[in-house]
């Protein structure tokens, strides 16, 4: 195995936390063919190609509140079998009736999850042979706290951290 160095922060990066404001979700089952990973096993966690859809399906496009997503890519397992648990968590902001519609059947699904990063990488949570799932809990809050709606715990057990570096498909696929 070769390493590259890692010589840190050359200060043109941009380090902002949190992730972007909308995320994109696919129930798993609506996915004909899943991006691979790139050929060089050098870049094994990168995906160029973009998954391809099955007729009619698409992605969807989930709105978060600003400064509540956080996303955690853990390590899961023993020494000898080390994988990783990517988690997101995140709100939604009020219970309207798509939203109450969307917990209610999500529960019980399984997803793929893109997560675009404030500077543009997108992290995929979910695979061909892993799929996420959603912990939706409603809230009302206080008078005084952020409003009621939904804190949302997004996780999946997989072998890599994966980034995803493909259009995503946000249009019905003919």
Known sequence: M??????????????MG??????YFTPWIDIAT????????????????????????KFQTLYVTIDTSDLEIALNGDIDGISFKPTLKCFYPGFS???????????????LFLVPLPDGKIVQIGSSRFV???????KTDKTTGRGRGTEFEIFCF????????????LTPAA
């Open 2 to 15: 070769t390493y590259a160095d890692l010589i840190g922060p050359d200060g043109t990066e941009n380090n």
């Open 18 to 23: 949190g992730t972007a404001q909308f995320l």
């Open 34 to 57: 899943f991006a691979a990973p790139a050929a060089l096993p050098a870049q094994q966690s990168l995906l160029t190609t973009p998954h391809t859809m099955k007729t009619g399906k």
């Open 97 to 111: 009736d798509g939203i109450v519609d969307f917990i209610n059947k999500a529960k019980n699904d399984k997803f």
């Open 132 to 138: 996420a799932y959603v912990k939706p809990s409603p």
């Open 158 to 169: 997989q072998p890599d951290y994966l980034i995803y570096n493909a259009a995503v498909p």
